[in-house]
């Protein structure tokens, strides 16, 4: 079983800076590919990055250049570094675990992420 629990949401203006971090735990076959994804207000949950347990990272195009994922395995921590943050990433974002990938990548796409956790609410102020 794979637990995982977000911290580091909160309020900021447009163009500051967070730091998202997501404590996971759970086998290494579980938890290959981790990733963040969000929902925001009206909207269906998107993926926002991934990364895989080799370091290999894909992101939507909305936050290339701005938001960077990575992971600390030997502390079972997954992050995110949000910067030049925008009104539009207003969210809540979850991280997920999988252990399904293509040749070292892992999917953007929420379908094939067994696991997740509860969320933590990002709000950006223009």
């Known amino acids: 079983q794979v637990q995982l629990v977000e911290s580091g949401g909160g309020s900021v203006q447009a163009g500051r800076s967070l730091r998202l971090s997501c404590a996971f735990s759970?086998?290494?076959?579980?938890?290959?590919?981790l990733g963040w994804f969000r929902r925001g207000l009206g909207n269906e949950r998107e993926g926002v990055a991934t990364i895989h347990t080799g370091g290999t990272t894909t992101y939507a195009d909305s936050v290339k250049a701005r938001f960077t994922i990575s992971r600390d395995n030997a502390k079972n921590s997954l992050y995110l570094q949000l910067n030049n943050l925008k009104p539009e990433d207003t969210a809540m974002y979850f991280c997920a675990a999988s252990p399904y990938s293509v040749g070292g990548y892992c999917h953007l796409s929420e379908s094939t992420y067994n696991y997740w956790g509860q969320g933590t609410q990002v709000t950006v102020s223009s």
């Open positions: 759970g086998d290494t076959y579980s938890t290959e590919c």
